[in-house]
């Protein structure tokens, strides 16, 4: 089961809307809608930010949101904030002996 | 206040063996799946294994499969991952996280494994 793709880096300046893609097969992203995205910073332990594709946690800044189309999936963070400088992983349920895939993880950088 | 605590990781030769422990309070442990997922030093994350609520189904990533048993201890709110035939790729902080859905809502602070001679 190899990872799911991510971009290495995203920036964004202050204010502005940033989009993270995470792409996989029909194994995995495409083939269920249990794509969850995680935020992480430095030398902490990931966060939940989506799961089930779009649904937010109880206290998750409406700011985060997610989507899918066929094999890619998308967090978009509208309104950058500081404290939105993290790394990003999304992760899915697969079919697969291994029933969980993440993404290879995206930089996000506020200008 | 639910919380998640990791122990028992350090330094082992390769070909050794390490017991990680997971401490879980402020929730009903013995009805969630938990995970155990690691991270390389400066890499991604990744699923390591998973168990369901009484301990009677296990998955695991192929890298670990034969060398790594998960478990679980309801009466002591306790999750376990038995590591042996440690390699130097296993080398990660691991951390254990409840299922939530199909997905990881509360995670511990992490354990550090190194494997090295």
Redesign the interface.
């Given at each position: 089961?190899s990872?799911l793709t991510q971009p290495a880096s995203v920036s964004g300046s202050p204010g502005q809307p940033i989009a993270i893609s995470c792409t996989g097969t029909s194994n995995d992203v495409g083939g269920?809608n249990?794509v969850?995205w995680?935020q992480?910073h430095p030398g902490k332990?990931?966060?939940?930010m989506i799961?089930?594709v779009s649904n937010r946690?109880s206290g998750v800044s409406n700011r985060f949101s997610g989507s899918k189309s066929g094999n890619t999936a998308s967090l978009t963070i509208s309104g950058l904030q500081a404290e939105d400088e993290a790394d990003y992983?999304c992760?899915s349920?697969t079919s697969s002996?291994?029933?969980?895939?993440?993404?290879?993880?995206t930089k996000v950088t506020v200008l | 206040e639910v919380q998640l605590v990791e122990s028992g990781g350090g330094l082992v030769q390769p070909g050794g063996s390490l017991r990680l422990s997971c401490a879980a309070s402020g929730f009903s442990f013995s009805t969630d799946w938990m995970s155990w997922v690691r991270q390389a030093p400066g890499k991604g994350l990744e699923w390591v294994a998973n168990l369901n609520e009484d301990g009677s189904k296990k998955y695991y990533v192929d890298s670990v499969k034969g060398r790594f048993t998960i478990s679980r201890d309801n009466a002591k709110n306790s999750l376990y991952l038995h590591m042996n035939s440690l390699r130097a790729e296993d080398t990660a902080v691991y951390y254990c996280a409840r299922a939530f859905f199909r997905s990881f809502d509360y995670w511990g602070q992490g354990t550090l494994v190194t494997v090295s001679s």
């Amino acid at each position: 089961q190899s990872a799911l793709t991510q971009p290495a880096s995203v920036s964004g300046s202050p204010g502005q809307p940033i989009a993270i893609s995470c792409t996989g097969t029909s194994n995995d992203v495409g083939g269920y809608n249990y794509v969850s995205w995680y935020q992480q910073h430095p030398g902490k332990a990931p966060k939940l930010m989506i799961y089930d594709v779009s649904n937010r946690p109880s206290g998750v800044s409406n700011r985060f949101s997610g989507s899918k189309s066929g094999n890619t999936a998308s967090l978009t963070i509208s309104g950058l904030q500081a404290e939105d400088e993290a790394d990003y992983y999304c992760s899915s349920y697969t079919s697969s002996s291994t029933p969980y895939v993440f993404g290879t993880g995206t930089k996000v950088t506020v200008l | 206040e639910v919380q998640l605590v990791e122990s028992g990781g350090g330094l082992v030769q390769p070909g050794g063996s390490l017991r990680l422990s997971c401490a879980a309070s402020g929730f009903s442990f013995s009805t969630d799946w938990m995970s155990w997922v690691r991270q390389a030093p400066g890499k991604g994350l990744e699923w390591v294994a998973n168990l369901n609520e009484d301990g009677s189904k296990k998955y695991y990533v192929d890298s670990v499969k034969g060398r790594f048993t998960i478990s679980r201890d309801n009466a002591k709110n306790s999750l376990y991952l038995h590591m042996n035939s440690l390699r130097a790729e296993d080398t990660a902080v691991y951390y254990c996280a409840r299922a939530f859905f199909r997905s990881f809502d509360y995670w511990g602070q992490g354990t550090l494994v190194t494997v090295s001679s």
